[in-house]
Each structure stands twice: as structure tokens, then as C-alpha cells.
């Protein structure tokens, strides 16, 4: 019975002072060795201040180049004989070109071709005539072509009779 008590003096026993500050020494020693292994690492907004000035310095650069790309002259490729011009420039004389061209009268819309059936041989013409302006297989529609053949009629525009395939204005009762 004295062993029992014995292990129980040893349990409930104090630990002496070298143990605690052994202990506490041991932190201390590895909160060192932390700092030592992060304190010299970039803190995250150090990272991004330095990442953010990059991107400004870069953009900066950029439109310096773009800047001076469309202010100046310069060569693109001096084989070919490709040389590039100041924006302005090059607006001027764009302006000046197209103000000697005169206005040409737009030209009729042309629809895109009707799609054959499924079962239709492909080699089938369409079944709507293309429209007056526009082109054909040969360049010129068909229309174009018989009036640059036919001559021309004694009576203007508005007083032709109508054709044969055109319906009439009038309607009869």
C-alpha cells in the first residue's frame, strides 16, 4: 500500500521550475523559427501594390507604342513597300478621295436563291426567276441582257403598254 501512495505523491507532485521554463523556452525557440521562415516573405498587399504597379507600367508602355504608332510614320514592311501614316493624314486624304467620287444610284436588292426540295435533282433551276438586277450564272440577268437588245420605245417610260406578264391595272367586271 505505501507503493500505491508513493506513485501517488509522484502524480500529484509539482513539476520543478526547469520544466516550465524549458517549456516555455521551447515555444519561443520555434515562434523564432517561424518568423525566421515568413517574416522575409512578401505580405499579400505588399504583392498586389507591387503587381498593380506592374500593370500601370505595362498599360503606360502600351499606349505609348499605340500613341506613337498612329502619330508617326514609319515603315511596316519596307520589302513589300508598306509604310503607315499618321491618323490624321490618313483621314485627310480619305475625305479628299472619296469627295472627287461622285454618288453612284444604290442598286436593286438582290434575295438570296430559293432552296430546291429534298427530293428536287440539285441540277434543277429555281423556281422564281431572279429579280431584273440582279446577277446570273453569266454576269448580266436576263432581263438586262433583252433590253440592251431590244430597241428603244417611241413612248416614255410612264406611258408603255404593260406586258403580257405584268397584271393589268385595271379590273374588268
Known amino acids: 500500500m505505501a507503493a500505491t501512495e508513493s506513485l501517488r505523491q509522484v502524480a500529484h507532485a509539482r513539476a520543478p521550475w526547469s520544466v516550465w521554463f524549458g517549456i516555455v523556452l521551447l515555444f519561443a ?25 506592374k500593370r500601370v507600367e505595362n498599360l503606360k508602355t502600351l499606349r505609348e507604342e499605340a500613341d506613337k504608332a498612329l502619330t508617326t510614320y514609319g515603315w511596316i514592311d519596307k520589302t513589300k513597300g508598306l509604310a ?23 442598286g436593286p436588292i438582290a434575295t438570296p436563291e430559293t432552296q430546291a426540295p429534298a427530293g428536287a435533282p440539285a441540277s434543277a433551276a429555281p423556281a422564281s426567276p431572279a429579280p431584273a438586277g440582279s446577277s446570273q450564272m453569266g454576269g448580266a440577268s436576263p432581263a438586262a441582257s433583252s433590253a440592251a437588245q431590244a430597241p428603244a420605245s417611241p413612248l416614255p417610260a410612264a406611258q408603255s403598254p404593260p406586258s403580257p406578264a405584268s397584271p393589268s391595272p385595271t379590273k374588268s367586271p
Open 29 to 53: 525557440l520555434f515562434g523564432v523559427i517561424v518568423l525566421a521562415i515568413i517574416g522575409p516573405a512578401q505580405r499579400a498587399s505588399d504583392y498586389e501594390e507591387a503587381r498593380a504597379k
Open 84 to 106: 503607315r501614316i499618321p491618323i490624321e493624314r490618313a483621314m485627310e486624304l480619305t475625305v479628299a478621295e472619296l469627295a472627287k467620287q461622285k454618288p453612284a444610284p444604290a
